[in-house]
T-cell receptor, first 112, second 114 residues
Framework: TQLLEQSPQFLSIQEGENLTVYCNSS?????LQWYRQEPGEGPVLLVT?????EVKKLKRLTFQFGDARKDSSLHITAAQTGDTGLYLC????????????FGTGTRLLVSP | KAGVTQTPRYLIKTRGQQVTLSCSPI?????VSWYQQTPGQGLQFLFE???????NKGNFPGRFSGRQFSNSRSEMNVSTLELGDSALYLC?????????????FGQGTRLTVV
């Protein structure tokens, strides 16, 4: 059962455009991570957000954690072809175990 | 520092056979988790091992099993393969596991069941 819904599922844009990807849940997150997965590779961690309302920036990527900690967004400014990939949000466990619950994913294609 | 290594990268098996996949974590990492990735179900947690003990298990049938060795290397086994087991199997390692720690993923093993 998928507990995290991401939207949109697919996004095809031109280089230089801006975009936002959303991650939503019906339950509260303790903390959340965003990963990017390129074809033929495993996911790579981009950021961890912990506090409601938190905003983190990673170069052209801006991550926001909702005030109620039930949603998050990833905004990319001036997308580049290197941003192409599968973007995944993941809920971290409250316990000491390493068990990520992943979102449904957003596949991004940035064309030159 | 070497990353997480999974072998083999690609595998083709026949229905009913069994398969063993291997994962070597980053040196010093004691937690190894396994995930299955399919187009329909996305990325789903299989199980996690820490210090040779299974700490957590996902919602998969008993045909899926794993183990961890004293050097933290881990294997997962799938018996009586079904067509639906075709997937990318990913292994992730982390120093201790748990919340807010980063999981480092390998490149995965692409299993095709025919």
């Amino acid at each position: 059962t998928q507990l995290l819904e991401q939207s949109p599922q697919f996004l095809s844009i031109q280089e230089g455009e801006n975009l936002t990807v959303y991650c939503n849940s019906s339950s509260v997150f303790s903390s959340l991570q965003w990963y990017r997965q390129e074809p033929g590779e495993g996911p790579v961690l981009l950021v961890t957000v912990v506090t409601g309302g938190e905003v983190k920036k990673l170069k052209r990527l801006t991550f926001q954690f909702g005030d109620a900690r039930k949603d998050s967004s990833l905004h990319i400014t001036a997308a580049q072809t290197g941003d192409t990939g599968l973007y995944l949000c993941a809920r971290l466990p409250n316990t000491g175990f390493q068990k990520l619950v992943f979102g449904t994913g957003t596949r991004l294609l940035v064309s030159p | 520092k070497a990353g997480v290594t999974q072998t083999p990268r690609y595998l083709i098996k026949t229905r009913g056979q069994q398969v063993t996949l291997s994962c070597s974590p980053i040196s010093g990492h004691r937690s190894v988790s396994w995930y299955q990735q399919t187009p329909g179900q996305g990325l789903q947690f299989l199980f996690e091992y820490f210090s040779e003990t299974q700490r957590n298990k996902g919602n998969f049938p008993g045909r899926f099993s794993g183990r961890q060795f004293s050097n933290s290397r881990s294997e997962m086994n799938v018996s009586t393969l079904e067509l639906g087991d075709s997937a990318l199997y990913l292994c992730a390692s982390s120093p201790m596991g748990g919340g807010n720690t980063e999981a480092f993923f390998g490149q995965g093993t692409r299993l095709t069941v025919v």
